[in-house]
């Protein structure tokens, strides 16, 4: 979840201070909270006065961290204790510093003078000239200065006269500044905002951009508000001057480990008067048009090996993603490994977007098994109407793994399947099918691997849509698959005399794999049931790659896969015809360079159907530069460049170009400046894409947030 402003943290580890002062000192006739050790040049007992003095380089060692001071003192019959001159208290790496700490045992309440703190967790130093406690989690700072800016003079700092706050409450500032050096920038002369111990409710930094073509000025600003422990929302006010005025709200939740989710929804009155035609689409927009989008992504174990998860999205319209490319929710959380929990938008929201899928599944796993139901709806954005796009709900499936077909040498795997398949116009109606598949692993000579294997596929349909439609209402189809697949490997290992390097390994594997599959008469096939292709094919493979066995520092060993070059083709053994060549080709020599090709050959025809190159380059200095090329016969061919260069210590230069060479337009080409700091950043970018140039400045306060940017 969200880190907001730790003011919780900057009192409480002053309490962590208060709360040792007395306790530690309880040398005799008193208990210790906890075991304590206490150094100093000297400890001594005035009776007259009842009270424990300890003086000359007092150190008071205790658990989770250390006090250093002067002096420290207890009056037993005013329970007051009192540390003097150079304290410093550690804690679990948090520092605080102050000329002279009052404690009351008894009342839990005391000052630290001339205090400093300093919390590791997120790099914030606070100052007050007084740190007052006044209750159980109740303070009063003079004089407050907080900054994550290392240094006697802060680049940036928060600077307020007084400060009021209760942990798990609320505080109240007065007199408040934003400074950059000494030069203030903002001013806030009473803000108030809650101190609960985790995440705190309150404004993140603004984006601020500028679209020529579809946008105008573009300003948005979030709300954070951390609704509970385990819920938070961000409202987003964004202001597009060519567009009018969006209102978005995400909501998260995460009530345990398997447990979390998000919901999203934006809603904009757009005013733009729009008349445009692009390929089979077509708008005319003389009045306002109200455009919304939806997004719930939704994660539920119900119990070991059950859950629930949905991931539906829905716009209002087809012009949404290509209006908002510049910027929107959806391009800000996608994750293609989507390892962040609340990160896992599945698709690219631009204008190369076709089609939006919503599903919800219920899955139930088993050693062997796996049971889905699902519900699949699909929005075709490249088209006008979505009648005729096909939506399955339900579908239902049981796969079971490759596993022994009654203790037999066989092995069986399989998947059965039943859906319902809907659309507003054209064949629809359910549909059932049944695959299992039979192989026989063979081991010849112990270099040799033979598979024989048999499929068997059953698929029934019955139709709703119109009641006289050529074929009938209801129908099967059988059909069946014979392979046979032989492997085999060698490999020879070189010893190399490096250091890091303990030798390489050449393994060379051939494979051959055999498919038959006999003619299936299927004229009556709906189109929501896949069509099977007569085939009798040959696929010859050969792959070569070399392994290195690494020895790190540490003297751990691990293996890296230097290169991998795989050729493989298709014979048709009905033509007697040479299908295409398959090329693939990954060659990493070392950390900072890498090159991949994805190469297809038409033999027929003596040309390259498809080709694709990579090639990636660093350096120690984290410069980088990727270039990509990508090439399909009479569709496509472009060429993508990232760069990234570190110009000084602060500086880096990033640039991005994607390039449609059929048409010689640019689908982005970027640059952005970005300047970095201890704690904080500031970076500006402008973007020419084919119908749009945007600029762009974004801010980052470390320990604060960046924005356009969520933590």
Known sequence: MRRAWPWHRLVWTALFLLCFAGPALALEGQSAQAPVNIEADSISYIQENDVYQASGHVTINFSGGTLQADSVSLERGANIATAEGRVVVRTDGDVLQGDKVVFDV???????????????????YLTGDRIEKLGEATYHIQSVSLTTCDGETPDWRIVARELNVTVDGYGTMKDGKFLARDMPLLYLPYFLFPAKTTRQTGLLLPRIAYSQEKLGADVELPF?????????????QRYMEKRGFQEGVEFRYFSSQESYGTIYGDYLRDTAQITEQTDNLSRDWQ????????????????????????????VSDIWYFKDFSSHNYYLDHYAQKGEDRFKKVYFTADETLASLESKVRLVKDWSLYNFTALLDYTDNLASNNNEATLQKYPEI???GVKQSFFGTPINIDFNVSGSHNYRGTGPMG????????????????????????????????QRNDDPGTEGGRQGSRTAYRFGLDATTSLSRDYVLPGKNVEKVRHEIKPELLYTYVPHVEQADVPDFADLITEQKTLAAAVTNTL????????????????????LAQNIDMQEVKFGDVNMELDFKPMAYLGFS???????????????????HLADVRGDNVSIGYRYTRDLA???????????????DLFYDLKRNELDHSYLDNSVRLSYTRQCWSVGLSYADTFNDRTFMLSLSLRGLGQSGEKK
Do not use: C
């Open 106 to 124: 008894t009342t839990n309440t005391g000052v630290i003078y001339a205090g400093k703190m300093f919390m590791s967790q997120n790099h914030f």
């Open 224 to 236: 954070f508000w951390a609704v509970s422990d385990s819920a938070d929302a961000t409202l987003y």
């Open 287 to 314: 009045e306002p048009q109200r455009r919304w989008s939806f997004y719930l992504q939704n994660y539920t174990a119900l119990q070991p090996g059950l859950y629930l998860r949905s991931d539906i999205a829905r």
């Open 397 to 399: 499936s049981l796969a």
């Open 430 to 461: 359910n549909l059932a099918d049944l695959q299992p598949v039979f192989s026989l692993p063979l081991n010849i000579g112990g270099a040799f691997h033979l598979t024989p294997e048999v499929a068997v596929r059953e698929t029934l349909w």
């Open 547 to 566: 392994i290195a066995k690494m020895k790190g520092k540490d003297g751990k060993t691990s293996y890296v896969e230097m290169l991998r070059f795989k």
């Open 597 to 615: 090709a994805r190469n297809i050959f038409n033999v027929n025809d003596g040309r390259w159907d498809k080709v694709g190159y990579d090639l």
């Open 637 to 651: 061919e472009g060429i993508n460049l990232s760069l990234k260069a570190v110009l000084t210590t602060n500086f």
